[in-house]
Nanobody, 122 residues
Framework: QVQLVESGGDSVQAGGSLRLSCAAS??????MGWFRQAPGKQREGVAA???????RYAESVKGRFTLSKDNAKNTLYLQMNDLKPEDTAVYYC??????????????????WGQGTQVTVSS
């Protein structure tokens, strides 16, 4: 059982930056990812990293968001720059014991955090 605790959500103005963190309890070599869900919309994949440190990004965030993982701390980070109002959503951290991630699909991840709110105002 992997427990995930997210932090870092906040309210910012467009063009601002935030860094989300996700601490995974006791497991280092797991694939992890970030998803988001805006009101009235389906959950969508944002970024993911697998146990080989390969990363995947949604087209909508490429060049603005950067994923990194500190294996010593079992913590995943999502650096979000140049935020836009359409980035407003609840952001969820996810994890799975699969070693490879070829796409950012919610169904590929078994463990989920509670979510953290990101609000971007124009």
């Amino acid at each position: 059982q992997v427990q995930l605790v997210e932090s870092g959500g906040d309210s910012v103005q467009a063009g601002g930056s935030l860094r989300l963190s996700c601490a995974a309890s006791g497991y280092t070599y797991i694939s992890m990812g970030w998803f988001r869900q805006a009101p009235g919309k389906q959950r969508e994949g944002v970024a993911a990293i697998d146990t080989y440190s390969s990363t995947r990004y949604a087209e909508s965030v490429k060049g603005r968001f950067t994923l990194s993982k500190d294996n010593a701390k079992n913590t995943l980070y999502l650096q979000m720059n140049d935020l836009k109002p359409e980035d407003t959503a609840v952001y969820y951290c996810a994890a799975d014991f699969r070693r490879r991630v070829f796409d950012i699909l919610a169904g590929d991840f078994a463990y989920w955090g509670q979510g953290t709110q990101v609000t971007v105002s124009s």
